[in-house]
Structure formats: structure tokens, C-alpha cells
């Protein structure tokens, strides 16, 4: 891709990206209806800062693409699950008038809210006593959301090796969180 002209560039460039990019969205997305619109933004990102930049600042346009793709997603996601909790409901009473609610259901209690990061601070600290191997999976696995197989390659494992240690890992938190009462 040593074109300069910027549409000829983005369009080698979509080209390239497209298949992994597809992946990417399908792999984080929620709801496949989305996919069409999440890589249009993502694409319309790309394009609009290769015209405002040039083609010259993307030195490698894979890791590029994937760096805005996921963005666009944690953005997505992260704005649509914020504004679930503005949403309206329709609703109707006996006689069958139509009125609206406020969706309060979808919004955590204070409460709630607390318990669930005593709880993911109790695992936090459960989790500092196994050995390093199990910590990267579980965390590979919870926090940068990678599935089992990627994980194995990163890691050099097996990968059924990866899905035994996070299966047993599961199971002992889950052991020790019920110890302690937690509702899960």
C-alpha cells in the first residue's frame, strides 16, 4: 500500500482489512443486526483520517483498522448499555391507554452495585495465591475477552490445557464465593 492518493489507498486498504475486521466486529458485537453499521462508523473513521493525516501516518494499516475497531466497539457498547438505563418503556393501564416508563429495571441498585465489587475485589485477591500461568488465562479470558484457542497461542499451551485450569479456577472461586455467601 504505497499509494498517496488517499482514496486509492483506502480502498487497497479496505480491501486488505475487510475479512479481519468482520471477525473482529462479529466476535464483540451483541446483536448481528449491528454489524453493517459498527464497521460503516469504523470504515468512516479510517477515511476521514486518512484525509485529514494523509496515507503516510498508518504504518501498518491491519493493526491500524483493528485499533479503531475496537474502539468503536468499547464506545458502542459502552454508550448503548449507559443509555438503556434512559430508555423508555410503553406501557397501558386497565382501560388500555398507552403510557410511558421509565425503565428502572435495567439500572443496578445502589446496593447491588456494592456487592458486586466487594465481590470482584474478594476474586481479585483469591486470585493472587494461583500460580502466574492461571492468572494470565483467567484474565485473557475476563478481562481482555479473548477466546480459549487465542489464548492457548499466546500463551504456548494447549488449549485444552487453557480451558482445564480456567475450568478448575471457575470452579474453586465459585466454591469459595458461595463459602463466604455470596449470590451468584
Given at each position: 500500500?504505497s499509494?498517496?492518493e488517499?482514496?486509492p489507498?483506502f480502498?487497497?486498504?479496505y480491501r486488505d ?9 462479529t466476535?464483540?458485537?451483541s446483536?448481528?443486526?449491528?454489524i453493517?453499521?459498527l464497521?460503516q462508523d469504523?470504515?468512516a ?9 494523509g496515507?503516510?501516518h498508518?504504518?501498518?494499516?491491519a493493526a491500524y ?20 438505563s ?8 386497565e382501560d ?6 421509565p425503565?428502572?429495571?435495567?439500572v443496578?441498585a ?8 466487594l465481590?470482584a475485589q474478594?476474586?481479585g ?6 500460580p502466574?500461568?492461571?492468572r494470565k488465562?483467567?484474565?485473557c479470558?475476563?478481562?481482555?475477552d ?8 499466546a500463551l504456548?499451551l494447549n488449549?485444552?490445557t487453557?480451558?482445564?485450569k480456567l ?8 466454591g469459595?464465593?458461595q ?5 451468584l
Open positions: 500500500m499509494a498517496q488517499p482514496i489507498f480502498e487497497a486498504l482489512t475487510y475479512p479481519q475486521t468482520l471477525l473482529t466486529v466476535r464483540g458485537c446483536d448481528p443486526a449491528e453493517p453499521d464497521l469504523i470504515y473513521d479510517v477515511y476521514a483520517d486518512i484525509l485529514l493525516y496515507p503516510g498508518i504504518r501498518d494499516p483498522v483493528r485499533a479503531i475497531a475496537r474502539r468503536k466497539l468499547g464506545a458502542w457498547y459502552g454508550l448503548r448499555a449507559r443509555l438503556q434512559f430508555v423508555l418503556l410503553r406501557s397501558e393501564n388500555g391507554d398507552g403510557y410511558d416508563l425503565a428502572l429495571a435495567s443496578p445502589a446496593g447491588d452495585t456494592a456487592e458486586l465489587h465481590l474478594q476474586v485477591e483469591r486470585l493472587k495465591g494461583y502466574a500461568q492461571v488465562i483467567f484474565l479470558r475476563f478481562v481482555l479473548m477466546p480459549l484457542g487465542e489464548i492457548a497461542r504456548g488449549e485444552n487453557v480451558k482445564t475450568y478448575r479456577t471457575l470452579q474453586e472461586l465459585r469459595h464465593c463459602k463466604e455467601g455470596a449470590d
